[in-house]
């Protein structure tokens, strides 16, 4: 490409032409890379399907698990009993009615969020949370994607969806979510 003399690096700069066709194929493969490399289903199975919307309580929009979230240890090393536990003891928090105030409710269940649900959790006025108390067994829905999970959990107030995901500091809730089915 380069004539003559002219070291390659210079071919782009012969031209207004050329140096907009350079950057724009430079700039196509770095966000094609990004793409491929930052999807949220690179390499995993998808949703079951009929899975509900994501929400912080029943009337908080949808939202996606936190991307600051450390990378997740291979499936192998992945423990779910963990990840049950993380979720039982949020939802113990979540739908702690006694806690006395605001602050306190808030302190309980965000100590098991992530930072994106955390802050999704000051917006939630504790005393319309549907539930009081766990009413059954924890059972996990989802556990396709390593990393990430989905716990069902019965309430007083009906079924919850626990979304969790796996960091090097262990599980946290990033959503919760009316209505689960458990996988037998």
């Not at 490399?37 to 936190?66: C, H, K, M, V, Y």
Request: a neutral charge.
């Amino acid at each position: 490409m380069g004539t003559g003399n002219q070291p390659l690096w210079q071919w782009p700069l012969h031209s207004p032409r050329r140096l907009l066709a350079t950057l724009t194929i430079a700039v196509a493969v770095v966000v094609g890379l990004s793409l491929m490399l930052n999807s949220p289903d690179r390499g995993q199975s998808e949703a079951a399907p009929g899975a509900p919307a994501a929400s912080a309580s029943p009337s908080t929009p949808a939202t996606p698990p936190p991307s600051s979230a450390a990378p997740a240890p291979s499936p192998s090393t992945t423990d779910y009993g963990q990840a049950i536990e993380t979720a039982k003891a949020f939802v113990k928090a979540w739908a702690n009615q006694r806690a006395g105030s605001e602050q306190a409710w808030y302190a309980g269940a965000a100590q098991f969020a992530t930072d994106e649900l955390a802050r999704k959790l000051t917006t939630v006025d504790f005393r319309n949370v549907p539930a009081n108390r766990i009413v059954g067994k924890l059972r996990l829905t989802d556990t396709g994607a390593a990393g990430r999970t989905e716990v069902a959990v019965p309430t007083d107030g009906g079924m919850v969806s626990v979304v969790l995901v796996e960091s090097t500091a262990g599980w946290a809730v990033a959503d919760i979510q009316p209505g689960a089915q458990a996988v037998e």
